[in-house]
Nanobody, 126 residues
């Protein structure tokens, strides 16, 4: 079973950058679709970016397009989320997730991702 552990969150000023990491244990995630999601206080969890297992399809939420980038290091079993030009509205708990069931491949719904991390807090001050 794959376990995911996020890190890299913190407090940053608007316009700054952070890089989140998500380390996978066990079998790793090389053959799974991956996603980053976030949940702001009082709001529903939303997708930030999803990536298919091969990496040739990446879909970003409009709110982060051009500012955030997902990448992976298969040798380290780690997926990253590079976040640039951060805005106060990016403040949220960020979660990485993997979906192992083929029928949910390409899903934007966090509930379809059966492997999930515990989340890391990102706070952007104005």
């Amino acid at each position: 079973q794959v376990q995911l552990v996020e890190s890299g969150g913190g407090l940053v000023q608007a316009g700054g950058s952070l890089r989140l990491s998500c380390a996978a244990s066990g079998r790793g995630f090389r053959y799974y679709d991956l996603g980053w999601f976030r949940q702001a206080p009082g709001k529903e969890r939303e997708f930030v970016v999803i990536r298919n297992w091969s990496g040739n399809r990446k879909v970003y939420a409009d709110s982060v397009k051009g500012r955030f980038t997902i990448s992976t290091d298969n040798a380290k079993n780690t997926v990253y989320l590079q976040m640039n030009s951060l805005k106060p509205e990016d403040t949220a708990v960020y979660y990485c997730a993997a979906v192992t069931r083929p029928e949910y491949s390409g899903s934007y719904n966090y509930k379809d991702y059966d492997m999930r991390g515990q989340g890391t807090q990102v706070t952007v001050s104005s």
